[in-house]
């Protein structure tokens, strides 16, 4: 079993940014992909961003260009830069283990004036 312990978010105004972290309880960067999602209340969850064991990295068409999924092995820590943030941003966002359907509480970003 491996924790994910997410923070970071906050209340940020349209074209701020902010950065996500997850912390996972041991070191998994290099057998599987993490990755992060976000969910709003009555919709699907839905994938961000992944980063694979390789590095290599996948993007949502609607955060292309403003997020980036980022790692530090050393730290057992993926991070989300989020740049250029718009109010359809809002959502609570979860750090995840795909593969192995592990799953952080959540942490909650809302984009508004």
């Known amino acids: 079993q491996v924790q994910l312990v997410e923070s970071g978010g906050g209340l940020v105004q349209p074209g701020g940014s902010l950065r996500l972290s997850c912390a996972a309880s041991?070191?998994?960067?290099?057998?599987?992909?993490m990755a992060w999602f976000r969910q709003v209340p009555g919709k699907q969850r839905e994938l961000v961003a992944q980063?694979?064991?390789?590095?290599?990295?996948y993007y949502a068409d609607s955060v292309k260009g403003r997020f980036t999924i980022s790692r530090d092995d050393a730290k057992n820590t993926v991070y989300l830069q989020m740049n250029s943030l718009k109010p359809e941003d809002t959502a609570v966002y979860y750090c995840?283990?795909?593969?192995?359907?592990?799953w952080g509480q959540g942490t909650q970003v809302t984009v508004s004036s």
């Open positions: 041991r070191n998994i960067f290099d057998q599987y992909a």
């Open positions: 980063i694979a064991s390789s590095g290599s990295t």
């Open positions: 995840s283990v795909p593969l192995l359907m592990y």
